[in-house]
């Protein structure tokens, strides 16, 4: 039986909550600006709109926004005035810029100078919904948003448990570790990777980290989303092309290759490319060179590429739907993420951080999660991995009426979900010998891994080896 007092209060505190994320759209062309502003509104965020620089330069001085979202060519001035404005005020403001095909090098130059991303027209709602969301939780640990006064930063536990990286969290378990090691190995090189994993798993973060270790990192990071560039225009997005090569070519564009110069490019879900682009980009991977569509100049570039799939590239191999060569081409290394339900050791630390995000985001105050709480997620599969913790976390946060998170505040998938994985529950099983076996085969017999599997200290584990004389 549904209880009205409280369904009212969570409704209430929605409203209140919702309106957290103060965006400002500076946009001229009014009915497209209008849009931008319904769309951004629904979705939960407030949101200020302004049709010039001047008038946005003085909204920036008497009001607080977490987020600029900027065309290029405004009148008076050009949209990077905001950019120096925000830099100049000291401002932990992201800038979005939105171009036009003739303006992408402009938004990579000033991507150099500060802005935190850019968009090009025609916008894709979803894709500008994405990004917005990205800049909101960069924004710093370590300042006060303006208009949340003297909030405090939540803090790891200890450096080694929580270390962030362009909100990349490291975690503590042998796959994690695994993992960081290889990021590490391979990040100062300029060797392309292949990063496999399944979706939500993080890739994208883990490309970005590699990034960041490397010679380039001062340098622009460009992700393409493979699977949503039309066959159509691929080539003109990848390459770029001159003004009227083809019909509705009015301009110059700079494809994401040219973009990325210097830089690195990060091509997600690379399976998704058809085969005629695979063959274009094996030729400018191996050559370093370009040529925009409807140009017979070639362009030098050097970037370093870093690809990202769910797919089993090997089967799409074998079965002619991938190219031998590109696949060789872009697995100079392969790392392998590993689901969120092979590195269950790390759920706590991934639950702790994206509540600390929430926090910020929202505007709570949450402190922890209860016993039955933990509990429920770490019997609960994750096949959404990361994202679907990070979601069922923010959701979970929004919803609870206090400093706790309750079981009852969960997803409901998670709360009811009975766990197919064994449950290791020494002291409280009276089949504790097998459990111990089981923990040990699957810590392939390293002790330490298996006192982690049994959620009890070495000591403990090695009395219990004594006591039932099990020997290794």
Excluded at 210 to 227: L, M, N, Q, Y
Aim: hydrophobic fraction near 40%; glycine fraction near 4%.
């Amino acid at each position: 039986m549904i209880n009205l007092s409280v369904t009212t209060k969570l409704i209430n505190k929605f409203v209140k909550n919702t309106f957290v994320h103060h965006i400002l759209i500076v946009e001229d062309d009014l009915a497209f600006c209008k849009m931008l502003e319904t769309f951004l509104k629904k979705k939960g965020y407030q949101v200020t709109t302004s049709s010039s620089s001047e008038e946005a330069i003085k909204k920036i001085n008497s009001e607080s926004f977490q987020v600029i979202l900027a065309d290029v060519r405004l009148p008076e001035k050009e949209g990077t005035i905001l950019l120096e404005t925000v830099k100049e005020l000291q401002l932990t403001t992201k800038v979005i810029l939105m171009t036009g095909y003739a303006e992408v090098s402009k938004a990579v130059e000033v991507m150099k100078m500060g802005a935190f991303d850019y968009i090009s027209k025609p916008i894709n709602p979803e894709q500008m919904l994405d990004l917005i969301q990205k800049a909101v939780g960069s924004l710093s640990e370590n300042a006060s948003l303006k208009s949340i006064e003297d909030q405090e930063k939540p803090v790891p536990e200890t450096k080694e448990e929580l270390e962030v990286n362009s909100s990349y969290v490291a975690g503590v378990s042998d796959a994690s570790k695994k993992l960081n090691d290889y990021i590490k190995l391979v990040g100062p090189t300029d060797m392309s990777v292949l990063i496999i994993g399944e979706s939500g798993t993080g890739k994208e973060y883990v490309a970005k980290n590699i990034h960041e270790k490397s010679r380039r990192k001062d340098e622009v990071f460009i992700a393409v989303d493979c699977g949503a560039i039309p066959k159509e225009i691929a080539s003109s997005e990848f390459f770029g092309h001159v003004k009227g090569s083809f019909t509705g070519a009015i301009n110059d564009k700079i494809g994401h290759f040219e973009a990325a110069n210097n830089g690195t490019l990060f091509l997600d879900e690379i399976g998704n490319l058809s085969y005629d682009l695979q063959v274009q980009l094996l030729r400018a991977l191996q050559e370093r060179k370009i040529k925009p569509v409807g140009s017979s100049k070639e362009i030098e570039v050097d970037i370093r590429v870093i690809a990202a799939t769910n797919e089993d590239l090997k089967k799409a191999v074998e079965l002619g739907d991938f190219r031998q060569d590109l696949y060789h081409r872009l697995n100079e290394f392969s790392i392998q993420v590993p689901a969120l339900k092979h590195r269950k050791e790390d759920l706590l630390l991934f639950a702790n951080y994206f509540l600390d995000k929430a926090n910020r985001q929202l505007q709570k105050e949450s402190v922890g999660f209860s016993e039955e709480a933990l509990e429920a997620l770490k019997n609960y599969d994750w096949p959404g991995n990361l994202r679907e913790l990070q979601n069922s976390v923010k959701r979970s946060v929004l919803l609870s009426d206090t400093k706790v998170i309750e079981k009852k505040d969960l997803p409901e998938n998670i709360v009811n979900h009975t766990s197919t994985t064994t449950s290791y529950k020494l002291f409280k099983n009276q089949n504790e010998e097998q459990l111990i076996l089981d923990a040990l085969e699957e810590a392939g017999g390293n002790k330490s891994k298996a006192a982690r599997i049994l959620d009890v200290d070495r000591k403990t584990l090695y009395n219990k080896l004594k006591q039932y004389n099990i020997k290794l």
